[in-house]
C-alpha cells in the first residue's frame, strides 16, 4: 500500500470509539446558529465505529467521506451560521438516504419496516447505495456477512435519528428567527464518478454542481443566483446535473414556505489529492475564501423580499 494510505489507515483505525452504542451525541456535532443559514455535512465523518465489521481496505471505505468539507466550511459558525455534521462515516450509514432505502438483500432476517418502492428511488439501491452502502464506489463488497436487523435498526437510531433531529431543528430556529431559511447541505465529489456512483459511470464532474430537486426544495432564483456567483468567481458550474439534491434537501426544502434547501457539491480535484486524501495548496485555500464569499452572499439574501 503506498505509503500515505498506510499512515492514514493506521490513523482512522486508531480513531474508532469504543462498542458503538455510547450515545448520539458522540457520532453528531451541532453548532447553534443566530443567522437565517445553516449549513450540514451529512457525508464528511471519519469515527468509523467498532461494529462496522467491514471487510473493505480503510483507504478504499475512506474514498466514500466527502473529505474535509468541514475544515472547508470551517469558518462558518463564525458567522452565526448554523452548523451540523456527522461524524460517523456515510459508508456506515448514509445521512442522505431515506430510512425507506435499504436493501433488505443486506440483511440475514426479514426487515420489519417498510422499504421504498419507488423505480427512481431503487436505482440508487440496485448500485449498493442505499442507506446501509452494499459497495464502494468503484463496486468493491463492504461486507463479506450479512447484517443482523438489530445492528442496521442501531445505526439508524445512533445515526440517522439525530442527524435528522438536528437539521431539522437548526431549520425551524432559524425559520422562526427570521421568517425564512435557508439550508445548504454540503458535499464533495470524485473528479471522475466511479462505476458505482451513479448512473452515469466515468463522468467529468464540473467544479460545482448546485441541486434542488428541479426547482422544488428552494426557489430557483436564489439557486441560480448561486449558480452565477461561482461562475463569476471563475468555476464551471453544472445545474441539477448530475446531482439534483437528495433526501435531506428533500426533507426540508418547502419554498412556499421560506424554506429554502440547496445541494451543493464541490469537485475534489479543487482542493484535494483523492489518492492521498492530502489537502493540496493553494487550493483548499482558494476555495474556502470563495465559499465564505458564498456564504456571505447568502446571507445577504433575504427571503423574505426576494425579487
Known amino acids: 500500500m503506498h505509503t500515505a494510505l498506510k499512515l492514514i489507515h493506521a490513523r482512522y483505525r486508531q480513531s474508532e470509539p469504543g462498542p458503538a452504542g455510547g ?28 461494529d462496522f465489521r467491514s471487510c473493505c481496505d480503510m483507504a478504499r471505505l475512506r474514498t466514500a467521506e466527502d473529505t474535509h468539507v468541514e475544515k472547508l466550511y470551517g469558518f462558518a459558525a463564525g458567522l452565526g451560521v448554523g ?30 419496516h417498510p422499504v421504498a418502492t419507488d423505480p427512481k428511488v ?69 473528479a471522475v464518478a466511479g462505476s458505482h456512483a451513479t448512473d452515469l459511470p466515468g463522468l467529468h464532474h464540473a467544479d460545482f454542481v448546485i441541486g434542488d430537486r428541479d426547482g422544488t426544495t428552494a426557489d430557483t432564483r436564489l439557486s441560480q443566483r448561486l449558480c452565477e456567483f461561482l461562475r463569476g468567481l471563475g468555476y464551471s458550474v453544472d445545474y441539477n446535473h448530475p446531482y439534483k439534491g437528495v433526501e435531506l434537501v428533500r426533507r426540508f426544502g418547502r419554498p ?40 456571505a452572499m447568502l446571507l445577504a439574501w433575504d427571503g423574505r423580499f426576494a425579487d
Not at 462515516?89 to 435499504?102: I, K, V
Not at 489537502?279 to 482558494?286: A, C, K, S, T, V
Request: aromatic share 8%; charged share 25%.
Open 256 to 295: 412556499a414556505e421560506g424554506r429554502h434547501s440547496i445541494q451543493v457539491e464541490i469537485n475534489r480535484k479543487l482542493y484535494m489529492d483523492e489518492r492521498s486524501f492530502a489537502i493540496l495548496q493553494p487550493g483548499f485555500d482558494r476555495l474556502q475564501k470563495d465559499l465564505q464569499a458564498m456564504v
Open 23 to 50: 450515545g448520539a451525541a458522540a457520532l453528531v456535532d451541532s453548532i447553534a446558529g443566530s443567522t437565517p443559514l445553516v449549513l450540514d455535512s451529512p457525508h464528511s465523518g471519519t469515527v468509523y465505529p467498532a
Open 122 to 190: 431503487l436505482s440508487k439501491v440496485r448500485l449498493g447505495k442505499g442507506l446501509v452502502w452494499k459497495y464502494t464506489d468503484d463496486g468493491l463488497p463492504i461486507y463479506d456477512r450479512l447484517l443482523s436487523v438489530a445492528e442496521v435498526q442501531g445505526r439508524i437510531d445512533r445515526c440517522w435519528t439525530p442527524y435528522y433531529a438536528a437539521v431539522g431543528g437548526a431549520i425551524d430556529a432559524a425559520h422562526r428567527r427570521h421568517g425564512y431559511s435557508v439550508h445548504i447541505n454540503c458535499h464533495s465529489m470524485p
Open 83 to 112: 452548523w451540523i455534521e456527522a461524524r460517523f462515516p456515510r459508508s456506515y450509514l448514509d445521512a442522505n438516504r431515506d430510512t425507506l432505502e435499504l436493501d433488505t438483500a443486506l440483511l440475514d432476517a426479514p426487515w420489519p
